[in-house]
């Protein structure tokens, strides 16, 4: 009953980190005491042997008197052996190792046993301490001296009680232990609150990503004042949940516009058919009725190879196949293919500069880069004006420019242009049909190819696209153009 009642609570995170945070704290606790204590024993000690000694330099000054021996030490006796604490024990003993006074001391009143002396040490200095049975441990302080008034050398023992140190110790030790609940409770309440508090956080977290879906991406996780990990972990997700919106409202808006842009040509065709299915018809209008249709199946044709072009480059499923080729010829033979496009429309259509410049490109792309940037400028250029081609080397890369007079691109439309289906505003896009996608697939051909496409404005009107490509022998881009 008890264990169901505790589960529960054990598979709880900041339950298991408050058990694991005052299990640390008890063994600091244990090691800091351990510590303290063995620092105040040795603190303790060291006062006793500053007493044994100082009360040894006193016994040594009255032997340097003319008193009798017997007298000084008889005398020296009854003033320390009567303290209430600290009782001092001594005996002397001549170079021979004869001992001449000697002060005993009863340790077990029951057995009447005494106190026996240590054994001598090599050292004429030395602090020790011995082991008594059945009481508390002496500390004792050897000596070897030579008094001013007489010749001999003497040897002095002189011995006291180390008990006041074991009480106070042990009372210590007994503080501490009664201590150790009370941090235990306290450590454990104290954890508790501390860790719950951001754990309450990620719930209410939890709780606001349960209820964020498709339909409602706009949804974002509060944000804790405090700096924390928690806030850096909330505001990494409202990052990720602002580009997971951006790309849904991309697949959104790609799908309205594939289903645009796809319904257009189907409707047209399906209603041409059932104009012509109608009533009987002549073979000619029959004929004519056909390849209006085919007209509109090669234009979604080009929708869909569009499409599965740039779901290829998505998909990094194309390798550019480069080769070292003269961009020159290339711009030439594209200027030579549009040249009848644009007398026909009464455009004025020139090549300003055109030098040989040598480049490692894929040919097949490059020409559809090319003549999507030109056929896009003979569209939208009306009759009368001008469309130009500049192309120039420019230390290790090439740039082709492609101006034109025509409508120009508005400084709204201007950011988006490259987007997917984008069309321009009205009066550019009602000019000629198009899908959109031409300068899409552009900017992902140059992007393959470590270059850029940009557009600038002009300031009466027209705009200027500029191909931005390197010269040199590029690394592979890691997709290859695979079979259908």
Excluded: W
Excluded at 8 to 18: A, E, G, K, S
Excluded at 293 to 298: A, D, E, K, P
Excluded at 352 to 368: I, L, P, S, Y
């Amino acid at each position: 009953m008890f264990s169901r009642l505790i589960n529960p609570y054990r598979r709880q995170l900041f339950v298991r980190l408050t058990v694991n945070y005052t299990l640390l704290l008890l063994c600091l606790f244990v090691l800091v005491c351990g510590f303290f204590l063995s620092r105040l024993n040795s603190k303790l000690l060291k006062d006793i042997d500053r007493l044994l000694y100082d009360e040894a330099r006193e016994l040594e000054q009255e032997l340097n008197t003319d008193e009798a021996i017997f007298a000084v030490c008889s005398k020296f006796a009854d003033t320390v052996s009567r303290r209430k604490h600290f009782p001092l024990y001594f005996r002397l003993l001549d170079a021979r190792g004869a001992e001449l006074y000697s002060v005993s001391a009863v340790i077990k009143k029951k057995t009447a046993k005494k106190l026996t002396y240590p054994a001598l040490r090599s050292k004429n200095k030395s602090f020790y301490t011995f082991s008594v049975p059945g009481r508390s441990p002496f500390r004792c302080y050897q000596e070897t001296f030579t008094s001013n008034g007489r010749t001999e050398e003497y040897l002095l023992q002189i011995i006291t009680q180390t008990k006041p140190v074991r009480k106070t110790i042990k009372q210590m030790r007994k503080t501490m232990l009664l201590a150790l609940p009370l941090l235990l409770v306290l450590s454990l309440l104290i954890g508790l609150s501390a860790s719950r508090r951001p754990f309450v956080i990620m719930r209410h977290m939890n709780s606001v990503t349960r209820r964020i879906t498709a339909e409602n991406m706009h949804e974002r996780l509060p944000v804790p004042e405090v700096e924390s990990e928690v806030r850096e972990l909330t505001e990494t997700i409202n990052d990720m949940l602002d580009r997971l919106e951006a790309t849904f409202n991309e697949v959104r808006q790609f799908t309205a516009d594939v289903a645009h842009e796809l319904r257009n040509p189907l409707c047209a065709v399906q209603g041409e058919m059932q104009v012509v299915l109608s009533r009987e018809r002549s073979a000619a209008e029959y004929r004519e009725t056909v390849a209006e249709t085919l007209v509109r199946i090669n234009t979604l044709i080009k929708i869909v190879n569009d499409l599965f072009l740039i779901s290829r480059f998505d998909n990094q499923k194309v390798v550019l196949e480069k080769e070292p080729i003269d961009f020159a010829d290339l711009v030439r033979d594209l200027y030579d293919f549009f040249e009848p496009v644009a007398r026909e429309k009464q455009v004025a259509f020139t090549i300003k500069t055109c030098e040989h410049v040598k480049a490692v490109v894929d040919r097949t792309h490059m020409q559809q880069l090319v003549s999507n940037l030109v056929d896009n400028a003979l569209k939208f250029t009306p009759a009368g004006e001008s469309v130009t081609l500049h192309l120039e080397e420019r230390f290790d890369e090439l740039l082709l420019h492609i101006e034109d007079t025509g409508v120009g691109i508005s400084a709204e439309d201007m950011p988006h242009i490259f987007q997917r289906f984008y069309q321009a505003d009205k009066t550019r896009s009602g000019m000629q049909g198009g899908s959109g996608l031409g300068l899409q697939i552009c900017k992902r051909i140059a992007e393959a190819h470590g270059g850029a496409i940009t557009v600038r404005a002009h300031e009466h009107k027209g705009v200027t696209f500029t191909l931005r490509i390197p010269r040199g022998q590029q690394q592979q881009t890691g997709m290859r153009e695979e079979p259908v």
